[in-house]
């Protein structure tokens, strides 16, 4: 009988899967769509000199000073990385570019900003807002509260701090004073946004969606099986074994047995799949909030802004006259950020637009649901490790650690392995063989 199934090929289940392999544990990994990577996904565009570029759209790039076990995992993947450009660019939601930071230095178009005083609060804020980790006092603080408290200005907020906030995919569809700050500072501090240390925000060369490649290669190679294709229909915990019911996209049906089960996926996802769901299941799953978000992959820059020459890698949107209507809302650009070849047209992707872009200017459209910052899905975080490995099953995901970055799920899913191996939940016995069909 195989040792365990990992249901879910998004970062958490590679984190999963990888540790327990490494072990010598045989891994059954199941994932529903036809690749791994989760939100990590690269997007085919032509390019001038008539090849084809892959362009990130999903994942852009990692702090190797935050993200220590994805870091370690890129490089024993082998895989070269490069600094990534941080450029920021503001812009109204008429399109009027406003300001930017290109290598360090800042461009206010006229009467967009006193620049002395708000670059002065900019700098201030990165190593203050720290206090929000540690401080109780602000445990359960607004950002417009916190910001109160330190008497930030009008200005600071409404033309840097609220605009770049709402660019934090966390974030709920709220104003951005609602905002919990304890979450969006662990988010901004994670990606060295916030921070008394300087980060290193580094991205794959060829772009980080060629580190999923790299982990299928890795895992089949060490004697993985992988089921692409294959969705779980339903699973039933015994006291010996976990009974699982899958379905592949070709409409056929199979049984596994396996001796525990790891699911990484969104808990509304997990929960209808469990026949015998717990009580204690039913709840703290049921917890968890996510949020549905829209991508859009376009070649439209006149939805980032009216002055190419100040793009930014990230584009941000100044809310005026009730736009934007849906946050959070951000543009990447992914040429600027990752430095693509001059020969891949310029890519946009943009987050919740706040207007649609041209119709024949859009190359793709994704949807997903993302966990957001709140109170909530702290408390519900904190009740989770009371479920872990009861009746053979582990759970894993972003959704599982604030601030729910690409880091958070990766480690979810070791920290669930690793709870398996160590046998520290009921029911978790380990055995090595091969997987059981029914």
Do not use: K
Not at 57 to 66: L, Y
Not at 211 to 232: D, P
Not at 400 to 421: C, K, M, N, Q, W
């Amino acid at each position: 009988m195989a040792a365990v199934a990992v249901i879910g090929g998004g970062a958490a289940g590679l984190g999963a899967a990888r540790t327990l392999l490494r072990t010598g544990v045989e891994v059954v990994l199941v994932e529903a769509g036809r690749r791994l990577g989760g939100n990590c996904v690269g997007l085919e565009v032509p390019g001038a000199d008539g090849a084809i570029h892959a362009v990130d759209v999903g994942v852009s790039d990692f702090n190797r000073v935050t993200f220590t076990e994805f870091a370690r995992l890129i490089d024993e993947l082998g895989l070269e990385t490069r600094p990534i450009c941080g450029d920021a660019h503001f812009a109204a939601p008429t399109g009027e570019s406003l300001w930017a930071c290109q290598d360090g230095r800042w461009t206010f178009r006229e009467g967009a900003a006193s620049r002395p005083g708000l670059l002065a609060e900019i700098d201030r804020f990165r190593t203050r807002a720290l206090e929000v980790l540690h401080d109780e006092r602000f445990a359960r603080c607004t950002l417009g509260g916190y910001l109160d408290h330190i008497g930030a200005s009008p200005e600071f907020r409404d033309t840097y701090l609220y605009p770049r906030a709402m660019g934090s995919f966390p974030m709920p569809n709220l104003a951005p004073a609602n905002y919990h700050a304890r979450s969006l500072v662990r988010f901004w501090n994670i990606h060295g946004i916030v921070s008394d240390r300087p980060g290193d925000r580094r991205c794959v060369v060829g772009g980080m969606h060629r580190y999923v490649e790299a982990y299928r290669r890795w895992f089949e190679g060490a004697g993985g099986e992988l089921r692409l294709g294959t969705r779980v229909v339903s699973a039933r915990r015994g006291a010996r074994r976990v009974s699982l019911q899958l379905a592949d996209d070709e409409g056929r049906c199979h049984g596994l047995r396996v001796d525990q089960v790891i699911f990484a996926g969104h808990p509304s996802q997990v929960l209808p799949l469990l026949e015998d769901a717990s009580a204690a299941e039913r709840s703290v799953l049921s917890a968890f909030i996510a949020q549905p978000a829209r991508v859009v992959v376009h070649h439209d820059e006149q939805l980032v802004g009216d002055d190419p020459s100040l793009f930014g890698a990230y584009n941000y949107l100044v809310p005026r006259g009730g736009l934007p209507r849906v946050r959070p809302t951000i543009s990447f650009f992914p040429n600027r950020l990752g430095g693509l070849a001059d020969a891949v047209p310029d890519t946009f992707v943009t987050m919740n637009p706040h207007r649609e872009p041209r119709p024949d200017r859009i190359l793709a459209e994704r949807h997903f649901l993302h966990p957001i910052g709140c109170l909530a899905n702290d408390r519900a975080a904190a009740r989770l490790e009371a479920l872990q490995g009861g009746w053979r099953t582990w759970f894993a995901g972003a959704w599982a650690r604030s601030p729910f970055v690409h880091e958070s799920a990766y480690t979810s899913g070791i920290d669930a392995a690793r709870g398996l191996l160590a046998g520290s939940g009921s029911s978790s016995a380990v055995t090595r063989g091969h997987a059981m069909a029914s």
